[in-house]
């Protein structure tokens, strides 16, 4: 991909992005900030988590993600009886009296993780350290996974009997963590519409694999002034009861804060959302703009701040 300057590739990638919605937005009505923080999240190399009942169309988000971007996409349904092996791939014995690893639904470019905690902790684990490290480990062997490599894993908040909530180092993995509301009346409607009839669209195909990793670099070149980065880092440091930083607020209600992983995704997230708003560098409105599915699932409240019916969000804001 030749562009001649930075500008201009921060020109084209708005222009992509502007694309993209318009193309996902014919098959996903509404959720116009989820399909903003999903593209924002894989724009920056990070993971996204959505949080929200069954039957809202988080499946068909991914698909259609997958379909506009051009890329490979695995769905591996989390079940209580799921092994590492069922994510990973295994060595089989081949005919020829040798071992061959068989990759599994881990080798794609999107993975959709459906309902990550029904599945034990030695299975979120094993895609945890994938998303991570970005390689496979078995057998002693390394194998690489395709890039961009991008999980979006989905939970659902109603039936929380057997399942296993992915603990706090591990959800710090993920970069953004969206919630899904219901759709409003007239969204719904025009679902309903769509979805009841013999309608089928035809996806136009916006950017490919090596675009993204292009796109993917240029967020990180995307230049940064220092009050902005200042107040990037100075939102994550408030959050962190019985330090100087914080506030009487987080002192009183939050058990534990951010850590530094926020402060680089508030970093990251402020220059992509700079960038597909056609802005050369990011300003304190690009970072409260991502500031809340970053934070979200990094402080935890403490038994006041739940008696007193205070939510995270409300801390979120108050900080901002």
Known sequence: MAYNSDKEAIDALSASYQKIRQEIGNVIIGQDEVVKSVLISIFSNGHCLLVGVPGLAKTLLVQTVSQVLDLSYNRVQFTPDLMP??????????????????????????????????????????????????????????Y???????VLATQNPIEQ????????????????????????FKDELQVVKNTTAN????????????????????????????????YAVSIAAKTRPGTPTATDEVNRFLSWGAGPRASQFLVLG??????????????????????????????????????????????IRRLL
């Open 85 to 142: 092996s069922d994510i990973l791939g295994s060595e089989i014995l081949g005919e020829d009296r040798a071992f061959k690893f068989i990759k599994g639904p881990v080798f794609s470019n999107i993975i959709l993780a459906d309902e990550i905690n029904r599945t034990p902790p030695k299975t979120q684990a094993a895609l945890l350290e994938a998303m991570q490290e970005k390689i496979v480990t078995v057998g002693g062997q390394e």
């Open 144 to 150: 690489p996974l395709p890039q961009p490599f991008f």
């Open 270 to 315: 402020a220059k992509c959302h700079a960038a597909i708003s056609g802005k050369y560098s990011p300003d304190i409105e690009d970072v409260q703009a991502v500031a809340e599915p970053i934070l979200r699932h990094r402080i935890v409240r403490n038994y006041k701040a739940e008696a007193e019916g205070i939510s995270t969000e409300d801390l």
């Open 161 to 184: 009997e057997g399942t296993y909530p992915l603990p706090e180092a591990q959800l710090d993995r993920f970069m953004f963590n969206v919630f899904l509301s219901y759709p409003s």
């Open 199 to 230: 309608r089928k669209i035809e996806l136009q195909k916006v950017l490919n694999a090596e675009e993204i990793k292009f796109f993917q670099k240029l967020v990180r070149n995307v230049p940064i002034t220092d009050n902005v980065l200042e």
